[in-house]
């Protein structure tokens, strides 16, 4: 596993870990996927809640009322997903934390890598468009992440997300300072009326200067949803 060394002082050290019995709102649980998001076979957890308000929101059950979501501790949430430990273990596989936004709950899951130890990967799904101080603290957690970065350009992501992007910019240079740009998947979309071809090279090419090699690009298809 990689940074296994890393990752062993984050569960070592009690400090970083948190309260005990630390819980946060899950929308979903779905297992057993496989080459979607990560290595090996996979268990996706989705978090409710995201500081964003995309125009084409593709996940809005993580938007919507809170008071559907099931709640469940990082212990909780550990001992139901050990059933899968064998999938995990022989594949390389582990857990994928997305949502919502999974990097606005740290410490649930610096909790959650305290119990499962470095023996599952864990892939963080994410915007980064979260305090850098949760970044920092998710890098020793983390095995890898996958960034949908909508769009480098801060007016296109202003106006698509409801929001700047300035976060997400000083996010990819902590990346790249701690050397993880290998470790990122980093997805840059077509979205209809909001950005272009021209737009998507452009964010590549700053991309690739930040050293991110791992860059995807891929259209939105777009369905009709009601939060």
Avoid at 145 to 166: H, L, P, W
Wanted: charged share 25%.
């Amino acid at each position: 596993m990689q940074n296994s060394k890393i990752m062993q002082a984050a569960v070592e050290n009690d400090d970083i870990v948190g309260p005990d019995d630390m819980t946060a709102p899950i929308v979903n649980i779905v297992r057993h996927r496989i080459g979607t998001d990560g290595e090996g076979v996979t268990t996706l957890v989705g978090f409710h809640g995201c500081g964003l308000t995309c125009k084409f929101c593709l996940n809005p059950y993580a938007l919507r009322d809170a008071s559907r979501c099931r709640v469940v501790s990082a212990r909780e949430l550990y001992e139901e997903l050990r059933v899968d430990d064998l999938y995990f273990q022989a594949t390389g596989g582990g857990v994928t934390f997305g949502g919502g936004e999974p990097c606005l709950r740290p410490d649930f899951l610096l909790q959650f890598r305290g119990c499962c130890g470095n023996r599952w990967n864990i892939t963080l799904e994410s915007s980064l468009n979260v305090p850098q101080e949760n970044l920092r603290r998710l890098l020793p957690v983390a095995d890898a992440f996958i960034i949908d970065i909508k769009d480098m350009n801060c007016a296109v992501y202003q106006e698509y997300t409801g929001r700047d992007n300035s976060l997400v910019l000083a996010n990819l240079s902590v990346i790249a300072d701690a050397g993880r740009q290998d470790n990122c998947r980093i997805r840059v979309p077509l979205i209809p009326h909001h950005n272009t071809d021209a737009d998507r090279a452009s964010s590549r090419r700053i991309l690739e200067k930040l050293g991110f090699r791992r860059i995807e690009m891929f259209n939105y298809i777009i369905r009709s949803t009601k939060l």
